[in-house]
């Protein structure tokens, strides 16, 4: 079992910039993909980024390449998620997750977080 915590979230105006964390606790946390998915509001949820195990491949949404990064450090079993140039269709929540290989559908991930919200205004 893995657990993953989410922190950071918040309200940030257009063109702002907001850092999302995520700590990651249990079975061998560290050989897991992690990632973030969001669920904006009345939506599906949808990929935003992941990140692989050992770091060598980073998937992004089409929706948030080029303004948002991700990253991870294995020592303190933790992967972040730098947004950069928010716009109001950012606002959803925030779920990180982990599993054992990189994928962009939700499918490939067995854990999730409770999700961390993130709003927008313009």
């Known amino acids: 079992q893995v657990f993953l915590e989410e922190s950071g979230g918040g309200q940030a105006q257009a063109g702002g910039s907001l850092r999302l964390s995520c700590g990651a606790s249990?079975?061998?946390?560290?050989?897991?993909?992690m990632g973030w998915f969001r669920q904006p509001p009345g939506k599906a949820r949808e990929f935003v980024t992941a990140?692989?195990?050992?770091?060598?491949?980073?998937y992004y949404g089409e929706t948030v390449k080029g303004r948002f990064f991700i990253s991870r450090d294995t020592a303190k079993n933790t992967v972040a998620l730098q947004m950069h140039s928010l716009i109001p269709e950012d606002t959803a929540l925030y779920f990180c997750?982990?599993?054992?290989?990189?994928?962009?559908?939700?499918?490939?991930?067995?854990?999730w977080g409770r999700g961390t919200q993130v709003t927008v205004s313009s």
């Open positions: 249990g079975r061998t946390s560290s050989r897991y993909a």
């Open positions: 997750v982990a599993g054992p290989g990189i994928g962009v559908r939700t499918v490939d991930y067995d854990y």
């Open positions: 990140i692989s195990s050992n770091e060598e491949r980073r």
